[in-house]
């Protein structure tokens, strides 16, 4: 007998444990706060990696549905420093290992891979506790509430299920991105998609904390992340509502950067959205408790580095994996999978192999120098 699986969050990784779960026959119920599959933006592009994400698409059994929403081209790559001189070009010529696609898309794809109803939308959590007989309690601001028999933890940075395993939280990392998107680019901003390319671009400065970097996503809309390394209050004093008074005090920090490139923040056709970066104590463990476990950011949320996606659809397919390998003992499925978690996220990847699976076989050595800043 499978012990049915109660999943809080309807994430990427959530929703890849809800779908190994079914390929393997074992029932879950997903609860997610959001009131629709529409009721906001689902965020912007994704590389889904070769060695992580890619892996938790094949045991869902859903490879050939990404291949049906990868953006084509969007692997081209442009690397330049603060006066615009490219550092680094590569086309995409469809061999890469990190293919892109609309986190929204990827979230339709899971959605639809499941049965009817595994879905409970407009279920926010306000707490978790653990009853008497071991099993947990999950109440809802509706004013329902429902008893797991197996709880997982999917709810991002900031779980409401996390505090059951560890008082753990995240905290602030000291620098934060600002985003900003520009519509139409290709008449509208036609300089600035240009700068761009057909994919993706990276603007390093001479100092840590400090670039612009920007993706083409489906059709000509351009998409920018700002990395400004300050602290909160400095944020706090900027009217986010006011978006020219914004545009201004943010585009200040890249006195001297080319104009094609501040006009990423410039000529933003929204106001720009801060995003601070936080991020849980490095090396995060916790004592095993019965019948709940954390996947994604709401077990190891780190700064932003193009694995927590990837990560967190690993995590929920190597969780379905172990129950579905251990339908009679879901505590040895558990821990098989937390140590292994563990160490996946601990283990900093080797450099080399990071650089060449992003820039291939044939780095400059002034785009290495960048790196090494970065790093020190």
Not at 130 to 155: C, I, M, W, Y
Request: hydrophobic share 40%.
């Amino acid at each position: 007998m499978t012990t049915p699986v109660t999943i809080i969050g309807a994430g990427l990784g959530g929703l890849t444990l809800a779908r190994v779960l079914h390929v393997h026959g074992i029932p879950s119920t997903v609860y997610e706060a959001e009131t629709s599959p529409t009721s906001r933006l689902q965020g912007g592009m994704l590389d889904i990696h070769d060695y992580n994400g890619q892996l938790a698409l094949e045991a869902a059994g859903l490879m050939d549905e990404f291949r049906g929403i990868v953006l084509e081209g969007r692997q081209a790559l442009r690397v330049l420093n603060v006066d615009g001189t490219v550092l680094f070009e590569r086309g995409d010529d469809g061999t890469g290992g990190r293919p892109e696609a609309q986190r929204g898309d990827l979230r339709r794809m899971l959605l639809d891979s499941l049965p009817e109803g595994t879905v409970r939308w407009g279920h926010k959590v306000t707490g978790a506790r653990t009853l008497d007989d071991g099993r947990h309690e999950v109440t809802f601001e509706n004013g329902t509430a429902v008893v797991a028999e197996l709880l997982v933890g999917a709810d991002g940075a900031w779980s409401r299920i996390r505090p059951l395993l560890t008082d753990a939280t995240p905290g602030y990392c000291g620098t934060s991105i600002v985003e900003t998107y520009l519509y139409d680019s290709d008449t509208r901003h036609a300089d600035v998609a240009k700068t761009v390319g057909g994919g993706s671009m990276f603007g390093n400065g001479t100092e840590p904390g400090l670039s612009i970097n920007a993706h083409r996503e489906t059709g000509d809309t351009l998409h920018a992340y700002v990395e400004v390394q300050k602290p909160l209050e400095w944020f706090d004093a900027i009217d986010f509502t006011d978006a020219e008074a914004a545009k201004a005090r943010i585009v200040a920090e890249f006195d001297g950067w080319a104009p094609e490139l501040t006009a990423l923040i410039t000529e933003s056709d929204i106001a720009p959205i801060h995003r601070p970066a936080y991020a849980l104590p490095s090396g995060l463990r916790w004592e095993r408790v019965p019948g709940v476990t954390l996947l994604g950011d709401a077990a190891h949320l780190a700064l932003a580095n193009g694995e927590g996606a990837n990560l967190a659809m690993l995590d929920g397919a190597e969780l379905g994996k172990a129950l579905a390998a251990r339908p009679g003992d879901v505590e040895a499925a558990l821990a098989e999978y937390e140590p292994a978690m563990y160490i996946r996220c601990e283990t900093p990847m080797e450099e080399d192999f990071l650089l060449e699976s992003i820039f291939g076989d044939e780095i400059p050595q002034q785009l290495l120098n960048i790196f090494e800043r970065r790093d020190g």
